[in-house]
Nanobody
């Protein structure tokens, strides 16, 4: 199985920045990339970004131009640089394995999340 551990969350004022990390360990017989999701109170969980092994990236429209996903393969870590934060970005942020080839739910793993709070 794969373990994902997020870190880097915190409280910032609007316009500030945070850099989240997702450290992966363990093994699963799966092909996947790492995605970021967020879940705010009274809202549905939403996709934020993902990055593939070859460096291709994708972003939700709501964060395009403000968030940047990257990875350090040597450290098995994915980062999410969040700039120009707004209160609407307040949420629990989770990283997740995305078995994009097969969609096998047995290959889906979630981290525990890291909280981001943006004040106005």
């Amino acid at each position: 199985q794969v373990q994902l551990v997020e870190s880097g969350g915190g409280s910032v004022q609007a316009g500030g920045s945070l850099r989240l990390s997702c450290a992966a360990s363990g093994y699963a017989d799966c092909v996947y990339h790492i995605a970021w999701y967020r879940h705010a109170p009274e809202k549905e969980r939403e996709f934020v970004s993902y990055i593939t092994s070859d460096g291709s990236t994708s972003y939700a429209v709501s964060v395009q131009g403000r968030f940047t996903i990257s990875q350090d393969n040597a450290k098995n870590t994915v980062f999410l640089q969040m700039d120009s934060l707004t209160p609407e970005d307040t949420a629990m942020y989770y990283c997740k394995t995305d078995p994009f080839v097969t969609g096998d739910p047995a290959c889906v793993y979630w981290g525990q999340g890291t909280a981001v709070t943006v004040s106005s």
